[in-house]
């Protein structure tokens, strides 16, 4: 029983050991997330939903423009004729 015990040992610390290897390696790499990109990660997705809200804003004012630049080039009659159908 004593030789089971010491062959699980060996073979924790061979796992630990390649673990720790593993973690230092990407590490120096730099591709663990540190303090400075977890911000960044964080800042990005807050910029990413604001971005959405500010396209949609957009999107909604470039309809009322074109709304408003027909208004502006149709004839009035025609203007008058289209408001007097909507009533």
């Given at each position: 029983?004593?030789?089971?015990?010491?062959?699980?040992t060996i073979t924790?610390?061979v796992?630990?050991?390649?673990?720790?290897n593993?973690?230092i390696?990407?590490?120096?790499?730099?591709?663990?997330?540190?303090?400075?990109k977890?911000?960044?990660?964080r800042?990005a997705?807050?910029l990413?939903?604001?971005?959405a809200?500010?396209r949609?804003c957009?999107?909604?004012?470039?309809e009322?423009?074109?709304?408003?630049e027909?208004i502006a080039?149709?004839?009035?009659?025609?203007t008058?004729?289209?408001?007097?159908e909507l009533?």
């Amino acid at each position: 029983m004593d030789a089971e015990i010491v062959v699980v040992t060996i073979t924790a610390m061979v796992l630990v050991a390649w673990l720790l290897n593993s973690l230092i390696r990407t590490w120096q790499k730099g591709q663990l997330p540190t303090g400075d990109k977890l911000e960044a990660a964080r800042e990005a997705r807050l910029l990413s939903g604001e971005n959405a809200e500010l396209r949609s804003c957009v999107s909604r004012l470039e309809e009322r423009v074109a709304v408003l630049e027909q208004i502006a080039t149709d004839p009035a009659h025609r203007t008058a004729r289209e408001i007097e159908e909507l009533r």
